[in-house]
């Protein structure tokens, strides 16, 4: 176990709907950090977060957008939601990307289906 | 160009042999972190074993250890003593840059066979 947890652990969706996913980092971790594994495309990097502010962008669609809360947990909205959007989410989260051995911990992942 | 090689999509190995997964990087950043990790069939990605570029020694954790070399941009993974519970998909990570935006390989699937 991590100590990064995700809800929800499955989500089943149709196409044109709006979710959102859910991420508590580790304790003490300030950096949560949104990945998209899906077959074709790997996994893929979408949106860093540090203390609240946005640090990093990765190639996140403009119909996804998250955020980081005061208490540093994250979601993630996906929002007009295509067949090509299910995949498996993680979230990461890590203490401070600034320091050189600063590691991420991933959470067990949020498997959206969009049918 | 590609950050992170993974020339190996699958590789198989006796129980109880060494394996090497190999794993090529590309950046300009003095520093970096190279990172990898391990996907069961579960589906969780585990962290593994990290290596700085400024760090002198190979990093080594338990039966994982790093071959880092520098000048040809390589990180391989080495796993010794393999065990049934190795079958997974490793990944290759790179970590460039202040806000630390990683990038991963493609990954390699480890097969062990009894």
């Known amino acids: 176990d991590s100590g990064v947890t995700q809800t929800p652990k499955h989500l089943i969706t149709a196409t044109g709907q709006r979710v959102t996913l859910r991420c508590s980092p580790r304790?003490?971790?300030?950096?949560v950090y949104w990945y998209q594994q899906s077959l074709d495309q790997g996994l893929q990097f979408l949106i860093q977060?540090?203390?609240?502010?946005?640090?990093a962008k990765g190639n996140i669609l403009e119909r996804f957008s998250a955020q980081q809360f005061p208490d540093l947990h994250s979601e993630l909205n996906l929002s007009s939601l295509e067949l090509g959007d299910s995949a498996l989410y993680f979230c990461?989260?890590?203490?401070?990307?600034?320091?050189?051995?600063?590691?991420?911990?991933f959470g067990p992942g949020t498997r959206l289906t969009v049918l | 160009a590609q950050k992170i090689t993974q020339t190996q999509p699958g590789m198989f190995v006796q129980e109880k042999e060494a394996v090497t997964l190999d794993c090529t990087y590309d950046?300009?950043?003095?520093?970096?972190?190279l990172f990898w990790y391990k996907q069961p069939s579960s589906g969780e990605m585990i962290f593994l074993i990290y290596?700085?570029?400024?760090?002198?020694q190979n990093a080594t954790e338990g039966r994982y250890s790093l071959n880092f070399q520098k000048a040809r941009k390589s990180a391989n993974l080495v796993i010794s003593a393999s065990q049934l519970g190795d079958s997974a998909m490793y990944f290759c990570?790179?970590?460039?840059?202040?806000?630390?935006?990683?990038?991963f390989g493609d990954g390699t699937t480890l097969t062990v066979k009894p």
């Open positions: 990461a989260s890590s203490v401070d990307p600034g320091v050189r051995t600063d590691t991420q911990y």
């Open positions: 304790s003490g971790d300030l950096s």
């Open positions: 977060y540090y203390n609240g502010e946005e640090r």
């Open positions: 950046t300009s950043d003095p520093s970096y972190g």
């Open positions: 290596q700085g570029s400024y760090d002198q």
């Open positions: 990570a790179m970590r460039e840059g202040e806000a630390g935006k990683s990038t």
